[in-house]
């Protein structure tokens, strides 16, 4: 894929398989808008990824965040073509243990940021590039959506509900994408 010219929207941006991806993107030509939690690391990793990224900072699962962020990236870059979701925490406990049940609030975390964060970014950055320019004479777009999962080494543990749930849910959510 040609990603010369092209602008990126990528959640989890300011570090590990997000802030890769912007590396790569900007070396191929891409321009990007770095989309994390952590504005401190979001602001440096920007800084020094150069003028061509930019960041903004917010909860994945926020759409009002997240359209603030879509239009900053629009205003600077004009539009989204690839949008490269990065964002993701985790939380290894058995579903049941000695001390009790595995705590709903943090099952619910999880799976709000993974899951949710992750499909209302795809959807709202969905809405943006259904308007970009036709790319050939067929009047198609050439527009990528993607969701780069994090791998655990005890994601097959027994007992780890949240992470078969979420691993399941989100190849899911990138089938439909």
């Not at 900007?26 to 990224?53: F, H, P, R, T, W």
């Not at 994945?60 to 539009?79: L, M, N, P, R």
């Not at 939380?91 to 001390?99: G, I, N, P």
Request: hydrophobic content about 40%; some cysteine.
């Amino acid at each position: 894929m040609d990603l010369n010219d092209k602008v990126a929207f990528i959640t989890g941006g300011a570090s590990g398989l997000g802030l890769a991806t912007a590396q790569n993107f900007i070396a191929a030509g891409a321009k990007v808008l770095l989309y994390d939690q952590n504005e401190e690391n979001a602001n440096k990793a920007a800084d020094e990824l150069g003028a061509n990224a930019i960041f903004a900072a917010g909860d994945v699962a926020s759409e009002e965040a997240v359209k603030a962020a879509i239009q900053k990236c629009v205003d600077a870059f004009g539009t989204i073509h690839i949008d490269v979701n990065c964002a993701g925490i985790g939380f290894a406990t058995r579903t049941v243990s000695k001390d009790g049940p595995h705590r709903l609030d943090v099952f619910e975390t999880v799976l709000r940021i993974n899951l949710l964060g992750t499909f209302n970014t795809l959807r709202l950055c969905a809405e943006v590039m259904q308007n970009n320019e036709p790319t050939n004479e067929d009047g198609e777009r050439r527009n990528n959506q993607c969701c780069l999962g994090r791998r655990f080494r005890w994601a097959n543990r027994s007992g780890c509900l949240q992470c078969q749930q979420e691993r399941h849910s989100r190849h899911d959510a990138a089938s439909c994408a």
